[in-house]
């Protein structure tokens, strides 16, 4: 496949256990997420409820809007999604009649972001007592568990043919051009390392020996540690709050150098960072990816407490608040005061900064 990335749209959904791990993005890091957009189905800090039909079927309500041919941007086919599941997920979280999400929880949840302001793990399995990577699923079904590719299109340029259509299904191949006794190629499951070198294969290019970078995280360790100088009575109140925060500190440096964890020639673990540089290694820097989560977003108690000013930032984007920069990243602190002085600007110009927004 002839790789010239910017022409590439793929589309992911990820069903795993979630949870934020850092606000204070580097400048690499932002850089990573430019031209990617986040759904979110928590919309914000905040867990996931589920059941496992809704989880069952979600991946067939994704793969039913975006493996066609478009005739306009996918981030249209987000807002009619949103559209569908924000009404469907908020009744859900009403009925359930507890203090999980009240109503101002329920009125951000199914949001999409293009300025990513955190990054965060994704797990496909998770400890009962483990602060790091615990979120409140009802099931703990391993075959929903998954980071699924659901479309690859190509932006085919209109000038050359105006009726053709904008956005071609290239994976999988678009059911009108298959032969009758071929049988329908299934979501790719990048957790499964062969599935991944797939995809890689798709672009000419070969997926890095992951294996060698792996590690896993000591969460039973620190647990452990904690629960020890907790019960040692020989510790004062005021020397046990320190040595606990000593040791939230080491594991949050542990967790900063982390990447990925594989077992089993599986993709266990994986931080979004990575999971997006990997993508973009494959297919192109500038290829654009919309990227489906239906993970838990609270965040890891072992984030430092100053990280959690960052929190506010966090804001969606929709016709009220369209973004003027590339899709993801944090703003640059240095604009912060410009961007206020542009305030004005954005709501007279509304209508254009969404239409140069709707490129993919």
């Known amino acids: 496949m002839e790789c010239i ?22 400048p690499e890091k932002q ?8 759904y979110s189905q928590s ?4 867990d996931v409820l589920s059941t496992p039909m809704d989880d069952y079927s979600i991946l067939n309500k994704i793969n039913e809007i975006f493996q066609k041919n478009l005739n306009e941007p996918t981030i249209n086919e987000i807002d009619k999604y949103i559209e569908f599941m924000n009404p469907k997920y908020k009744s859900f979280l009403e009925s359930r009649a507890s203090d999980e999400y009240n109503s101002e929880d329920r009125e951000k949840v199914c949001r999409q972001f293009d300025n990513i302001i955190f990054d965060k793990s ?29 479309s690859i299109h190509k932006k085919i340029d209109t000038n050359i043919n105006l009726n053709s259509n904008t956005y071609e299904l290239i994976y999988p191949i678009n059911s009108n051009n298959k032969k009758p006794e071929k049988k329908p190629e299934k979501n790719l499951d990048l957790l499964n390392l062969s599935e991944f070198e797939k995809l890689a294969k798709l672009f000419d290019k070969k997926l890095p020996n992951l294996k060698k970078i792996s590690f896993e995280l000591p969460v039973s360790e620190y ?8 019960e040692n009575n020989a510790f004062s109140i005021q020397e046990k709050k320190a040595l606990l925060e000593q040791q939230k500190r080491e594991f949050f440096n542990i967790i900063s150098d982390w990447e990925i964890t594989i077992k089993d020639n599986k993709i266990n673990s994986i931080k ?23 993970s838990c977003n609270s965040i890891t108690k072992y984030l430092p407490k100053e990280q959690k000013y960052y929190t506010k930032y966090l804001t969606s984007s929709d ?8 899709w993801g990243g944090l703003h640059n602190k240095k604009n912060k005061h410009k961007n206020k002085r542009r305030k004005t600007k954005r709501r007279k110009s509304t209508n254009q900064r969404t239409q140069k927004n709707k490129k993919y």
């Open 5 to 26: 990335d910017d022409n590439y749209i793929i589309t992911l959904a990820v069903q795993m256990h979630g949870k934020v791990i850092d606000l204070n993005l580097s």
């Open 31 to 38: 850089k990573i997420f430019n031209n990617v957009r986040l």
């Open 43 to 46: 919309g914000d800090y905040r």
């Open 122 to 150: 994704f797990s496909a399995s998770t400890l009962p007592s483990d602060n790091l990577f615990s979120c409140i699923f009802e099931r703990l079904i391993p075959e929903f568990h998954g980071i699924f590719l659901v």
């Open 223 to 230: 647990l452990k540690r904690e629960k020890a100088i907790e």
């Open 272 to 294: 979004m960072s990575y999971l997006i540089k990997l993508l973009k290694d494959i297919i192109g820097s500038s290829c654009f990816i919309n990227l489906f989560d239906y």
């Open 319 to 326: 016709i009220e608040n369209p973004s003027n920069r590339l």
